[in-house]
């Protein structure tokens, strides 16, 4: 009864049109182009090396510039991870998209899987049907800052200012030469870099961005830091750029500057809240980043309190902190629960992540999804493992146990998924 | 099978008489007179705030003083939250006391539940009718240090020292003077304070009291301080109320005095663990306060081994302590499980908690639950979600999985939630 | 059909023939010979002081000698700890090893118990009869570091070199004189501990030794600490032995070298991550121990990027810490996630963390259990508790939600339970 209870709210979710409000989509290359491409996807490069490839035959000058030798040398791997979720998303695109008929990828068969790839995207119409087919209107980007925007349709791939960048490595000399080229200013300090903030809100803003986004190691506390102190900081990092104090507080004002900018141009300020980088320093390329849990949502109260009108859509690494979001939510009007990312967008820690926010948050506070990809090939499998597991809490949490009728149930569900991205960044 | 099973489980369930051992009940006036004394409880507020109601139409001069007038403002607010445990508690009251025939409270049916509210809690056995609907037979209050403790019935209400101001306050004058009215004793050190506590823990114990109680922010850590500490950090605090260290190893003094008390007047010390005040300082009454999960439990391990014979009933805020708070339980004689308490009061993060509670802590040291409400009404949607979840564990862990029989799991029930309560504190 | 499904996976699992990778038998004795044997597992007697058992009559100069009288003391407490899942154990060898034929061991029928169990136990193949019972082919033992390792088959129990005295004990006069007596060496500082670990590897190797194990507090950081740092610390601590920081380097300096020889022996290095020692320093024996749930894995960052040769099983004691776990064991291909341990060992946890484990960590690189026993009988209700929830993990998350063939769920479950540990410790 449970099953089909299921199968009966999953299918209605199904017809759903969507909003995809955080990927890596590059807009002037949104689809694979081989399926090398997907292996590409950090998931299977790093769970590949974790299963015992070594990185020479991963990446680097030993690895053959033929993307099919590519393709061949990770395929046996491949036997070592199909347990994950990750593996299953690879497989429901080859069944759904490319129409590969069986239920595993192994050396036998994958060549099969290649050609039918390689035939599915070299259609014309490949990234229309891609669309089509995932059910997705529109999909926001992540920009560098100094991404000119220009050549794509804002309205279906949504650019969004991500600032790494600017509150962590703005004293490289590389990103400043950067900063001076997308704003025509050059940072000496508090005043200056206020300029250039200016500039390229200005540039986003009339380009079509609908957010502005950070991810954000799990020590980092925000705090207002006076203009006077930021300069003396910069002024110290020209002299020792690995200066920790100065590098802590320069990165706050660089921070807090962000989030009045976000007020003053009414754009949602995107955190993602946990992320350390490079520990495994020996990991492929993007296979090396990992997270401390001891991170509190108490390290943001000063924020949040400080800008009530700056919308924040808040991610969470760490399954420990789900609880603090969904309280921290729930108290604060500005504070806005966001998707299931990267080591927590796995169905059993979305199955309960996802339980207690919908029995605790207001309905109207939260973002259901995002899928990250950098490929849109990936939205399909990814949509489809959270409508799996959203079909699954409403089935069991709320048709079951709080014997709400089955309607009721899809109400909620096409709010989080459908009505809430669209109303909370703003697209018409 | 399994939905059945639950269902004979709960029918069971619910035919035992209760006690609430914590609630904030005022024994001059425990029920609801209108909707609005429901509507006030600050989940309702703080919830429809989150959601987008503003503040100033919460609280504050701008509010008329008519209660109607003051349901009608917050009922629109309530579509945004009709998703949460906690407007289904609303819901339950509406329907199970007050006859309401809806399943939700709309800008349309509101005023059919403020008549047939306001019929029901003008009856003049309300009270009575609530107690034995709610199967209540005792319902544990929080008094204030200086509470008279007159003109109520202390078997049905039974008083408890709430500690929270001579531990944290006891600086500020107003409290200091509370406390000599109270007392008789002004203090001026570690003697005197000792002599006050002596004069309160006789008045509590002599007008019924059965339990000490305090809640504590998660950097709280007992430890003994010696007088002549404590007599030095008094005179520092008469100089400088805010000096960090003073105020710490104060109160610290007070708490370890306090549990000095609870060891001769043999009364339990229930310990609700892990709450920061006023972290949202703009939020409306009752809802600032969350919390930092950064806890652990073994910053109690001094206390719990200095009075091996003070019961210690613990509440944890978040439910990533849960697991020490199970582990702790199950090694110190004197650590008690006590309840689910607010941000951890939401079904599917009572159910983990509970199950691991029931498959690891002995029997006799597990108090099921207690409602922590504000108005009497509250008992009965609280303690009804509580027990729909124990049946489920019940069935799906013990008489599913661990294939008990139906009444084994039906004793293990009755004992925390009917027969423990009763017994560790002391009820005839 | 959810429970048949259960049913038929759990009949397969239970053919396998299985390797207990870590377990405290003592080879030359590793049957009960009493009732009071089993009842003395910690488990049971620290449960049954927190239940309300004196200390006293559990251990010390007034217990009687009589084990008999022993075990009667202890049976009226039984029945406040029959929820635990630790009781369920007991009960399961009372029947299935001994043919008890009660569902409760009770003041009534416990001699009856006890008749069963001494005929049982007095039988000449009794050691036999519970491996062949339990399908166990190698049971791996917990050695100290002096022990002679003779005197019994290691390809069935098979050796272990146990560190934490080395780590953490290595300043008492007592440990030295048992490293001098163990390889004659005597410790003066770096190069002589060089020497002293490089004998006790090659005589753990020469006799069968497929693992090096250690439990850690969970403020340990492991790092390089450079010979003349450890010979100033080895100096200081011969002055005074508590100066902490001198300790901390030292235990920091073997623990290094450590890692050094696993690597240069080929050994796996397990790690038991998160046990504070002593915590409730009235507790009975091994029932004193418990943990502060913060702790992060980061802390290990540098040693599993010093050591990619070394493979690193890790245990982790708090359930907070396993997506932790799970995401440094998808990142590092030499760590490797293994069984579930101590409070973490009970149904509620291991389903949670177990799915999870398996929905992200390549299948390769997870060791599904370990008994942790102390005498063989218990290898049966543990292996058993951990199959039951396997089984349902399978059963829900695979065969159901992401629609695996029985036969795949079958094959993940018998290379995480059966290969991976005989492949992973390198047994024949």
Redesign the interface.
């Known amino acids: 009864?449970s099953?089909a209870l299921e199968q009966r709210l999953l299918e209605q979710i199904e017809q759903w049109e969507l909003v995809d409000p955080h990927t890596h989509i590059n807009p002037h290359a949104p689809c694979a182009r081989t399926l090398t491409d997907l292996l590409g996807y950090h998931y299977y490069t790093?769970?590949a090396?974790?299963?015992?490839m070594p990185k020479k035959t991963i990446e680097g000058p030993q690895v053959p510039q033929d993307p099919k030798a590519q393709a061949a040398a990770l395929i046996p791997y491949l036997k070592?991870?199909?347990?994950?979720?990750?593996y299953?998303w690879l497989v429901e695109i080859a069944q759904r998209l490319f129409g590969f008929p069986h239920e595993r990828i192994t050396e036998e068969n994958w060549e099969e899987l290649w050609h039918l790839a390689e035939q599915a995207t070299q259609r014309a119409d490949w990234e229309q049907q891609v669309l089509r087919t995932s059910r997705l209107q529109a999909v926001f980007l992540t920009n560098d800052f100094d991404d000119p925007l220009q050549g794509f349709d804002t309205s279906r791939y949504v650019p969004c200012l991500r600032t790494d960048d600017l509150v962590f490595k703005l004293t490289e000399p590389e990103v400043q030469q950067r900063l001076v080229r997308a704003t025509g200013v050059e940072v000496h300090g508090a005043e200056s870099l206020g300029r250039a903030l200016d500039r390229l809100f200005e540039h986003f803003v009339s380009q079509g961005a609908k957010a502005c986004a950070i991810s954000l190691p799990p020590d980092f506390c925000p705090e207002e830091v006076p203009p006077d102190q930021a300069d003396g900081a910069w002024k110290q990092l020209q002299q020792n750029p690995q200066h920790a104090q100065a590098r802590s507080l320069w990165s706050r004002f660089v921070f807090w500057s962000l989030a009045q900018r976000c007020q003053e141009f009414r754009l949602p300020f995107d955190l993602m809240i946990g992320v350390?980088r490079g520990?495994?320093?020996?990991?492929v390329y993007q296979?090396?980043d990992?997270?401390?849990?001891?991170v509190?949502?108490?390290q943001y109260?000063k924020l949040?309190?400080a800008f009530?009108q700056v919308v924040f859509p808040v991610s969470v690494l760490?399954?420990?902190?789900n609880?603090?979001l969904?309280?921290?939510?729930?108290?604060?009007?500005n504070v806005v629960v966001h998707g299931h990312w990267w080591?927590?967008n796995?169905?059993?820690?979305i199955y309960?992540d996802l339980?207690?926010r919908?029995?605790?948050?207001?309905?109207?506070?939260i973002i259901g999804y995002y899928s990250d990809m950098y490929k849109l090939e990936f939205a399909l499998p990814k949509f489809g493992m959270f409508k799996?597991v959203l079909a699954?809490v409403l089935a069991q949490?709320f048709v079951?146990?709080?014997r709400w009728s089955e309607q009721r149930a899809l109400d909620?569900a096409r709010q989080i998924l459908v009505e809430n991205p669209r109303r909370i960044f703003g697209l018409e």
Chains 1, 2, 3 share one sequence.
Do not use: C
Not at 80 to 86: E, G, K, P, R, S
Not at 318 to 321: I, L, P
């Open positions: 009864m099953q790093e769970l090396h974790s299963a015992g070592h991870i199909d347990n994950t979720v990750q299953s350390n520990v495994y320093a020996h990991g296979g090396q990992l997270f401390d849990s001891r509190s949502l108490i109260a949040w309190n009530p760490a399954s420990v902190t609880q603090e969904v309280a921290y939510s729930w108290i604060f009007p080591y927590s796995t169905p059993s820690v309960r339980a207690n919908l029995e605790a948050v207001p309905r109207n506070k799996r699954r949490e079951l146990h709080r909620l």
